[in-house]
């Protein structure tokens, strides 16, 4: 049974909305059939993988997000999305600023523990600080949601308890084809034993993970984290043991997998759950050694600037916290930023190594450290223009090197 949103909703609110795996779907279903008799609704989700927001959906509010991620990239092509160019460390304080309205906050969560405290379960990212700024907060109580470790929302501040038992959003794990897997074995050959890893989910970060079970003392500080966590820390893998900080825990804001990371999540001290003002600060990963992060990309330009938001004129991706890890990688004491991607797009058509990028710049040359793809890594970082253009080519398909070369040639005729 939905809950009647009228009695907490006024003409105009703004909401936002817990994302990822711990979107409260219940909550959402309601502003979907609700949201236009109300009136002049808008919404804030940072991703969303449930499926429910559709161009015909979103005729009940204005919906906007940090980016084209998961299921949201079906709106932005038919215009109904609008794109807030951020990095997800900078939600957070946008939503404690004002600059993202939070009238209303929708949030889920576990049932409560003795002492009337909820866990975010899922998701903790942004969370806490739409709690903090909203009029009224809307929890969706559902008895399905694993309890782990972290922050915790205790029953006092719910205006409004919604209580569902149904299965939280789940992302299975992506098809990993034989380009994953190359692109992979270049990522996997920079983690060594002790290394702290910071990687997203997808195929690539899925068929790397699999290369590292024969590594010791892993560490993991990441931003979100999949199924692949669960079996490196069963086989022995990941102990977190040798981090200056934190040791013997894994750090994330987020869970997007499947039933079998839930449940391993699920009231298990060695993983705990922290805003993006933890998991993205530069004053915490400073702290890290050793510190491995794996972002992609769409494209990449012959001086090394990165796009992983745009293709062409359709917006796909997003900022996320690539540029928050691209740094901390590339200045972590025996640490490497890699940024991932194949070498070509639309079924071998296209370059995604290229002379000039489509969409716009998401992380700078002067950041960029390691560029890979199926053909091999290029180091970039302390490298002239000319080496990094060299390199890069090295690393293109082979159908299209003598295209960039050419246009490589054309280039430095110009001048970088």
Known sequence: MKPDLAAVLRPGDRIVIGQACGEPTTLIEALIDQGAAVGGLSAFIATSFSGLFTTEATDAFALSSM??????????????????????????????????????????????????????????????????????????????????HGELLHASEIDLAVHVSRPPV?????????????????????????????????????????????????????????????????????????????????????????????????????????????????????????????????????????????????????????????????????GRAITALPATARGGTISRITSALSGPVTTARSDVDVIVTEFGAAELKGRTLAERTRRLIAIAHPDFQEDLEREAHTIRRRGF
């Open 67 to 148: 980016g084209a991620i998961g299921t949201l990239r079906t709106l932005t092509k038919a215009h109904r999305l609008g794109v807030i160019p951020c990095h997800v460390s900078q939600v957070g304080p946008m939503v404690e600023a004002g600059i993202i309205g939070c009238d209303v906050a929708f949030v889920q969560v576990s049932p409560p523990d003795k002492d009337g405290n909820h866990s975010f379960g899922l998701i903790s990212d942004y969370v806490r600080a739409a709690v903090a700024k909203a009029r009224v907060v809307v929890a969706e109580v559902n008895d399905q949601v694993p309890s782990t």
């Open 170 to 334: 789940e992302v299975p794990p992506a098809r990993i084809t034989e380009t994953d897997e190359a692109i992979a074995k270049h990522a996997a050959a920079y983690i060594g034993d002790g290394a702290v890893v910071q990687t997203g989910v997808g195929a690539v970060p899925d068929a790397m993970l699999r290369l590292l079970h024969d590594r010791r003392d892993l560490g993991v500080h990441s931003g979100m984290l999949g199924d692949g966590l669960v079996e490196l820390i069963e086989a022995g893998a990941v102990t977190n043991a040798r981090k200056r900080i934190d040791p013997g825990v894994s750090i994330t804001g987020a869970l997007i997998g499947t039933r079998r990371l839930y449940e391993f999540a699920h009231r298990n001290p060695l993983i705990r759950m922290t805003p993006t003002s933890y998991t993205h600060d530069a004053g915490v990963l400073s702290q890290l050694d050793r510190l491995v992060t794996i972002n992609s990309a769409m494209e990449v330009d012959l001086t090394g600037q990165v796009n992983a938001e745009q293709s062409g004129a359709s917006y796909v991706g997003g900022t996320g916290g690539q540029v928050d890890f691209v740094r901390a990688g590339a200045r972590s004491p025996g």
